[in-house]
């Protein structure tokens, strides 16, 4: 199909952004990578009057050192978080989960924030914001604001941005010598996780000192596996320790059924995921 008209904006600059979202009212749209709007567009499943693509803002790029943490721009295509020296180093399980996303295709033209802003229960970007604590920068015709991963994500497609606000960057705190890894579960490859797990664990002397445990698609919104974290710290790095913490990582979670699978099997997903994950990040 063909999407119906509208305007179409490229400001280049965020002041310009902005103040074309406050010009356009609530019923445009913004647009970073499009991997995301694109094909609702196609479908006509929304309508938007106007289009502000952000693709030419220069300042919404990139990845910087901000001493404790990392700030990434929220137009930073997938691409560029995964190979970024500076997220390897410091944020491993977010280049962890950002080389699962989808194919190379999208990868080069999808953005960490446009991902994260799309809030898709089962987009991998969300539970690793979560997992890493993360706090994302908003702007809006105020000044700015900040908001933790747990107030941006509010529930499904839904996040905290209001309908005049675009969200500029994220900032990490950093993870330094932290091992990590991904487990995803999908039907085939590159398609959406019907569940998996961002892991990522400080492990010394065979000891986990620390832990962080989200959760994809079991819920509305990214999940916190709080009592698998617990189980974990100041454990040893072993199997049993891991597989008896697995056991909590239904916790909080709400999983929904659906075509893919239902509430059930989803909840053992999560677990046998979870424990996939600890154990390959943790090296046992």
Request: glycine share 8%.
């Amino acid at each position: 199909m063909i999407p119906s008209e509208f305007e179409y904006v490229a400001p280049t600059s965020l002041a310009e952004a902005l103040s074309a979202l406050a010009d356009a009212g609530e019923d445009a749209k913004v647009i970073a990578g499009g991997q995301s709007l694109m094909p609702v567009l196609r479908l006509r499943l929304n309508s938007p009057s106007t289009i502000i693509d952000l693709g030419r803002i220069e300042e919404l790029r990139g990845v910087r050192d901000d001493g404790d943490a990392l700030v990434v721009g929220a137009m930073t295509t997938h691409h560029d978080v995964m190979t970024d020296a500076l997220v390897g180093q410091h944020a491993t399980l977010l280049a962890e989960a950002t080389a699962t996303v989808a194919d190379p295709q999208i990868r080069h033209r999808g953005t960490f924030g446009g991902s994260l802003a799309h809030a898709d229960p089962a987009g991998d970007l969300g539970a690793v914001a979560v997992a890493l604590d993360t706090t994302m920068t908003v702007a809006g015709p105020n000044g700015r604001r900040s908001l933790g991963a747990d107030e941006f994500f509010t529930d499904i497609f839904t996040t905290a941005l209001e309908p005049d606000e675009i969200l500029v960057d994220i900032r990490i705190p950093k993870h330094t010598g932290w091992r990590a890894h991904y487990e995803k579960f999908h039907r085939v490859s590159q398609s959406w996780s019907m569940v998996a797990v961002a892991a990522t664990v400080d492990v010394d002397g065979g000891t986990i000192r620390n832990a962080a445990v989200a959760l994809t698609n079991m819920g509305a919104v990214p999940v916190r596996a709080r009592g698998v974290e617990q189980a974990l710290v100041g454990q040893s790095a072993d199997i049993d320790v891991i597989r008896a913490a697995a056991d909590h990582a239904d916790e909080g979670a709400e999983p929904m059924s659906d075509t893919n699978a239902d509430a059930e099997y989803r909840t053992h997903l999560a677990k046998v995921l979870t424990r996939r994950a600890v154990v390959t990040a943790a090296g046992v």
